[in-house]
């Protein structure tokens, strides 16, 4: 019995039982994908607003300071520049300088890849 291969949109390569069940399991066997940067990035900014702090999502953009931070927030005038990550993720050169800048400056630099690492700011800041 042949199948078609689905796995694309307009595929149409012709598959063996065997090969159609092999690559089917290949699918089964992959490890669901973690929380994506926007997402954790959007429970990071809710949890602080709600603690408070009023937060901006910079977009990086043409002109843009190059390496910039994902979120600025700021309350009762203490500033924090939070960069995002995935628990794989790693910061860009541009974002290490970005980092090194923010601190030689006196500011505030966090990199997080998860709610629970601005909770403790929370409770220390306000």
């Not at 900014?45 to 603690?51: G, I, M, S, T």
Request: proline content about 2%.
């Amino acid at each position: 019995m042949e199948r078609w291969c689905c796995m694309r949109r307009g595929c149409r390569v012709r598959l063996s039982e065997s090969e159609f069940n092999l690559i089917c399991q290949k699918q089964k066997k992959k490890k669901p994908a973690g929380p994506k940067e926007s997402e954790i990035q959007k429970s990071i900014k809710l949890h602080l607003e709600w603690h408070g702090w009023f937060v901006v999502k910079i977009h990086q953009s043409l002109g843009s300071y190059k390496g910039i931070a994902d979120l600025y927030a700021i309350k009762d005038g203490r500033q924090l520049w939070i960069e995002v990550k995935t628990p794989k993720g790693k910061q860009s050169e541009h974002q290490v300088n970005f980092q090194e800048d923010i601190e030689r400056h006196g500011g505030v630099y966090l990199v997080a890849s998860s709610v629970d690492d601005v909770m403790g700011l929370c409770e220390r800041v306000g």
